[in-house]
């Protein structure tokens, strides 16, 4: 459906190509091929004119949808992330349990898997400021530490390690996935 404006544009060039004809052309070479010639011209350059119009319409459209597009897959990305920095407070947790149970073994295996876990957050990108920290570099060191320190035990059963330096590193690590979380749930990010 045209538009109003359109309409009387068209309209308007309709009277003023008419006048053009009357006016400019001399009365000798007023015939309906000429006629037809400044009309077809009108209606040539007005389709250019819409066309062009559409065109930019299209590219505005596009450039709308390729936002939300990416927006959308922005808030996907921040969805998974959530869901994968929770299922890494799971596994603290569960580290936790074993080293109070004295199951060293388990605990190493999954003290390998949080360090995992660790290096993929720092490709998170609304986390990369956070993750860069020295603070959370040292947080990776300081599971690597425990998962040694975990291997001398499985190792040499009578070695004695303190299980409290473990644990507390873990609440180091636990506090700040949660402050992870917190940035991708309430912090707003401008892209």
Same mark, same amino acid.
């Given at each position: 459906?045209?538009?109003?404006p359109?309409?009387? +544009?068209?309209?308007a $060039?309709?009277?003023?190509?008419?006048?053009?004809?009357?006016?400019?052309?001399?009365?000798?070479?007023?015939n309906?091929?000429?006629?037809? /010639?400044?009309? $077809?011209?009108?209606? /040539?350059?007005?389709?250019?004119? *819409?066309? %062009?119009i559409?065109i930019l319409?299209?590219? @505005?459209?596009?450039?709308?949808?390729q936002?939300?597009?990416?927006?959308?897959?922005d808030? #996907?990305?921040?969805?998974? /992330? *959530?869901?994968?920095?929770?299922?890494?407070?799971?596994?603290?947790?569960? *580290?936790? @349990? %074993?080293?109070?149970n004295?199951?060293f073994?388990?605990?190493?295996?999954?003290?390998?898997?949080?360090k995992e876990?660790?290096?993929q957050?720092?490709?998170?990108?609304?986390?990369?400021? @956070?993750?860069?920290?020295?603070? %959370?570099?040292?947080?990776?060191?300081? #599971?690597?530490?425990?998962?040694n320190?975990?291997?001398?035990?499985?190792? *040499?059963?009578?070695?004695? +390690?303190?299980?409290?330096?473990?644990? @507390?590193?873990?609440?180091?690590?636990?506090?700040?996935i949660?402050?992870?979380?917190?940035i991708?749930k %309430? #912090?707003?990010?401008?892209?």
């Amino acid at each position: 459906m045209l538009k109003k404006p359109t309409i009387y +544009i068209f309209v308007a $060039g309709l009277i003023l190509s008419y006048l053009f004809y009357i006016k400019i052309i001399p009365e000798n070479n007023r015939n309906e091929i000429n006629l037809m /010639s400044v009309f $077809g011209t009108y209606l /040539s350059v007005f389709g250019i004119i *819409i066309a %062009y119009i559409q065109i930019l319409s299209i590219k @505005q459209e596009t450039i709308k949808t390729q936002n939300a597009i990416k927006s959308s897959l922005d808030q #996907v990305r921040r969805v998974l /992330s *959530i869901s994968e920095l929770s299922k890494t407070k799971k596994l603290i947790e569960e *580290i936790q @349990q %074993y080293l109070q149970n004295d199951k060293f073994d388990a605990s190493s295996l999954r003290m390998h898997d949080l360090k995992e876990n660790l290096i993929q957050n720092k490709y998170i990108s609304h986390l990369t400021k @956070q993750t860069e920290a020295k603070s %959370y570099r040292d947080l990776i060191a300081n #599971v690597g530490i425990d998962i040694n320190t975990l291997h001398d035990k499985i190792s *040499i059963p009578v070695a004695v +390690i303190d299980k409290s330096i473990i644990m @507390q590193n873990l609440e180091k690590v636990k506090s700040a996935i949660l402050e992870f979380e917190n940035i991708l749930k %309430y #912090v707003h990010h401008e892209q």
